[in-house]
């Protein structure tokens, strides 16, 4: 198995994590529909869902970055000004 296998299956588990997240959250709204009092603020469930699969995705891209040892553009400036600074000396 190679390290792109293992890519693919770490961003298939987490797509399916994500998948079960919104039928888990979708099941408790569908579950309070009729309830007396209950307001069901679907923006609010798309925005939390939204909000985990962002964080959930920068979590993994990092994590294939940091496997793969490509540098971050933070990394690569911070590398260009200790150039600089040496080649003023």
């Not at 797509?15 to 609010?44: F, S």
Request: aromatic share 2%; proline share 1%; glycine share 4%.
């Amino acid at each position: 198995m190679t390290s792109n296998d293992d890519t693919v299956r770490s961003f298939l588990s987490m797509g399916a994590q994500i998948a079960e997240e919104v039928r888990r959250r979708l099941d408790e709204a569908a579950a309070k529909v009729g309830q007396p009092q209950t307001d069901i603020d679907v923006d609010q469930i798309a925005e939390a869902v939204l909000l985990q699969v962002k964080e959930q995705i920068a979590t993994e891209v990092e994590r294939v970055i940091t496997m793969l040892g490509v540098a971050r553009e933070d990394e690569l400036a911070s590398l260009r000004n200790r150039i600089e600074n040496l080649e003023r000396k």
